[in-house]
């Protein structure tokens, strides 16, 4: 089993910066890859960014590209969000995920899951 915890979220201004840290613990040797997805109230689940742990290869979803960073920690066996120029559109319950496998953008590909945390952007 893998666990995973997330945190960071909180309230913002629009053009704020926020960060936001998943832990793994348990069987994190399992582990190939790792993302981050978001839902908004009333809307489905939404890829975000993923990372591969054995080279840090990256995939960003178009919404965010060029706003948002992933990377990891690998001693920590941590992953990080690194969200810039917040939008209100930005607002969701931010998941972290891992799985066994390279970086996917469904969530039907990933194996662990987050409790979420919470990010709000007001205008």
């Known amino acids: 089993q893998v666990q995973l915890v997330e945190s960071g979220g909180g309230l913002v201004q629009a053009g704020d910066s926020l960060r936001l840290a998943c832990a793994a613990s348990?069987?994190?040797?399992?582990?190939?890859?790792m993302a981050w997805f978001r839902q908004a109230p009333g809307k489905e689940q939404d890829f975000v960014a993923a990372?591969?742990?054995?080279?840090?290869?990256?995939n960003y979803a178009d919404s965010v590209k060029g706003r948002f960073t992933i990377s990891r920690h690998s001693a920590e066996n941590a992953v990080y969000l690194q969200m810039n120029s917040l939008k209100p559109e930005d607002t969701a319950v931010y998941y972290c995920?891992?799985?066994?496998?390279?970086?996917?953008?469904?969530?039907?590909?990933?194996?662990?899951w987050g409790q979420g945390t919470q990010v709000t952007v007001s205008s």
């Open positions: 995920a891992a799985s066994f496998g390279s970086i996917g953008v469904k969530p039907y590909l990933y194996h662990y």
């Open positions: 990372i591969n742990w054995p080279d840090s290869s990256t």
């Open positions: 348990g069987r994190t040797f399992s582990i190939y890859s």
